[in-house]
């Protein structure tokens, strides 16, 4: 980094401590004058943080759906009001809804150019909301600079962005008019539970005493260094790390995600959800009393779109046939889940998008190649095609249980896979088996196929197609 850039950070920094500074002073005037931090929309009823006694307590409203108490249904949001002024709040998730490194490889990066702000401005947010929910989250300018523990002389922000789902930064977690404390210490105030999902994801739960099921959380603040990124600890404070390991490295996959956004509160596509405070300790999700799902109007279903892809329980599928009156039809593509975690994968018969109910008729070309820790595969009964390569090289893949209505097995399906002993064909219309599909398996695997296809399927599966003497087909 050459001198001008230097002393262009130092500057930078010098300005971010006296921000800092200020906004302790703000605070300490707070709670000296104890006049409440709270004031009243205008036609909402929705009101800022109140700090009382060290105890802040926010507003909350449901908004969007994501999957929470499991991967199988998408539950309404709980989201903490930080700030109202007139038609305009900004929100922040009341627990992790997710867990995603920050960036997926280990390199200088910034908030700006980073795979996790790419995630929540398309996968996430085309997931939990709605067209006209995503039609009420405004598009904001976010700045994100170095926090004052940064290596100011090699530590970069990036440039501005404009984002409609984003991390919160630094200097937010620290604003009393957010209802966080001015300090960087231990804070109730700053402490992320997790849904049952994320869990299930992946992000490290804290053991400690007094923190039990507490996790870390993204912030969009760069880390010590551009190879990682700064976060909020299991006990609500912001960590101070110096060297090469300040911060936690970008590929970290185990810290959640609390996403924020500004809504246009004029936007009928909300509704109140209570309190929380500092002190609680659970999360509570949308019970049946209080409604069914938010939306503008329920009765309207959004357009499904052939050949867009969309992220259903974590599953990438591409829709083949756009008929939304139960003739449409969609290609598993791929999953959210990292190939190091994925150990065992169930293709639905069905999944539902944007209201409709739609079959899963296909596995496309190199779907789930490569994913090393996957150990079972259970086919669901509408798939009829399974692409080239679409389990190649899943070297722990040891059982396999194909539907009834697969008609062909692509090249290279199961290549590789060294670990392949037991392959169930319930279909009884497979009529293609592709060159290489089963090469390299376990020589001694066994393929059980219906009775009545025994001798057609024995011809199928050719020495073309990997088979050997040592295999049975029964």
């Not at 600079?145 to 290596?151: D, G, K, V």
């Not at 976060?231 to 490295?249: K, L, N, Q």
């Not at 169930?424 to 196929?449: C, E, F, Q």
Request: include cysteine; glycine fraction near 8%; hydrophobic fraction near 35%.
């Amino acid at each position: 980094m050459d001198r001008k850039e230097v002393i262009k950070n130092r500057k930078r920094f010098e300005r971010k401590m006296v921000r800092f500074l200020a906004v302790q002073i703000l605070a300490v005037c707070l709670v000296l004058s104890a006049v409440p931090c709270s004031v009243k929309a205008a036609d909402n009823e929705l009101h800022n943080p109140v700090i009382n006694n060290g105890v802040t307590t926010w507003d909350c409203i449901w908004f969007g759906n994501y999957y929470q108490s499991s991967s199988d249904k998408k539950e309404p949001v709980k989201w903490r009001v930080l700030h109202v002024s007139g038609g305009d709040a900004l929100l922040l998730a009341d627990v992790n809804l997710d867990c995603q490194p920050y960036h997926d490889t280990y390199d200088y990066i910034t908030w700006e150019g980073c795979s996790l702000r790419k995630w929540l401005n398309n996968d996430f947010m085309n997931t939990a909301f709605t067209s006209a929910e995503r039609a009420a989250i405004k598009t904001v300018t976010n700045k994100t600079e170095i926090s004052p523990y940064a290596n100011f002389t090699e530590a970069y922000g990036g440039n501005d962005t404009e984002d409609r789902v984003f991390c919160l930064a630094w200097e937010d977690l620290v604003n009393p008019a957010y209802g966080f404390p001015a300090d960087t210490n231990k804070a109730d105030a700053r402490i992320a539970r997790n849904s049952d999902y994320t869990v299930e994801k992946g992000v490290l739960v804290a053991k400690a005493a007094g923190y039990e099921g507490n996790s870390w959380w993204w912030l969009r603040t760069p880390g010590y260094y551009n190879k990682s990124a700064s976060f909020i600890s299991h006990d609500g404070a912001f960590p101070v790390f110096t060297g090469e390991s300040g911060g936690v490295a970008v590929t970290s996959s185990f810290p959640g995600v609390r996403p924020a956004l500004h809504i246009n509160l004029s936007k009928a596509v909300w509704s109140k959800a209570g309190q929380v405070t500092s002190e609680d300790k659970e999360s509570t999700l949308k019970s049946d009393d209080d409604g069914q799902e938010v939306s503008a109007d329920p009765a309207v279903k959004e357009t499904v779109t052939k050949n867009k892809e969309y992220t259903i329980s974590g599953m990438k599928y591409k829709v083949t046939n756009a008929d939304m009156n139960g003739k449409g039809t969609v290609m598993l593509t791929g999953t959210t889940t990292k190939k190091s975690k994925l150990k065992k994968l169930t293709v639905p018969a069905t999944v539902k998008i944007s209201g409709a109910v739609f079959k899963v008729n296909a596995i496309g070309k190199q779907a789930f190649r490569k994913y090393t820790k996957l150990g079972t595969v259970v086919v669901g009964k509408n798939v009829a095609v399974i692409g080239a390569g679409a389990f190649e090289g899943d070297t722990a893949l040891g059982k396999v249980t194909i539907g009834e209505s697969v008609t062909k097995l692509e090249k290279n399906v199961f290549s590789g896979d060294k670990k392949l002993k037991t392959i169930k064909i319930k279909s009884a219309k497979l009529k293609s088996v592709g060159r290489n599909a089963i090469k390299s398996i376990d020589k001694s695997a066994v393929i059980a196929v219906p009775k009545k296809q025994l001798k057609k399927y024995q011809k199928l599966f050719s020495s073309g197609t990997g088979f050997k003497k040592t295999m049975k087909i029964k």
